[in-house]
């Protein structure tokens, strides 16, 4: 229970940075731009391709001794590396939500005479965020499993008081992470509960062909 405030104080704030990040990125993959277009490309795919712990261990080793840059403390830096890697996979839903919004509806707006910005705003995007609820549900299930790793760099999260129990006693490992899976579960439930209202709104609103 100790470990339960660093939990969900981590989830919370990844998630609202890391939808933050993907709402950003995928936008800018859709830019005009070549060059934002480029860099948002180079992020989801470096963030995409690598791993999670890795991340992790080089946002708070590898940067400050390599660039001299302080992120702050380690509950900041397990709120970043969670945000950045779940938001470049998000991202993509994104874009891929707002590319699957049926074609009639961009050129029925444009008939209207709606600018560009208008379009996006009162059409494309509020039925491109239904179809994004599912998923960034999913993702946040994700994202509760991967606070997990914080206790790698010293933060006293569920997992890190589970293993000060379990080495106290190595006889209650297995009754010990049964509890963390309980425990995890439980946190799990409102989340797969919401996910599930998202797919009912998912399926009203979206305008097809």
Known sequence: MRGINVTVSVLIASAILGYLMAFIAGLCRLSNNVI???????YVEIFRGTSLIVQLFWLYYAVPMLFGIE?????????????????????????GAILSVDKGQSEAA????????????????????????PEFGNYLIQMLKA??????????????YGNI?????LSQAPTVYMLLLAFYFILAL????????????????????
Not at 190 to 208: D, F, H, M
């Open 36 to 42: 934002i277009r480029n860099i948002t490309a180079f």
């Open 71 to 95: 992120l702050g403390s380690n509950w900041v830096v397990g709120v970043v590396a969670i945000a950045l890697n779940y938001g470049a996979y998000m991202s993509e839903i994104v874009r």
């Open 110 to 133: 444009t008939a209207l005479n709606m600018s560009s910005f208008q379009r996006m705003r009162f059409i494309i995007f509020p039925q491109a965020v239904r179809m994004m609820l």
């Open 147 to 160: 606070t997990s790793l914080v206790f790698l760099i010293g933060m006293n999260d569920i997992l890190y």
């Open 165 to 169: 129990l379990r080495s106290n006693d």
């Open 190 to 209: 409102p989340i797969i509960w919401l996910t599930r209202k998202a797919e009912v709104i998912s399926k009203k609103g979206v305008a097809s062909s």
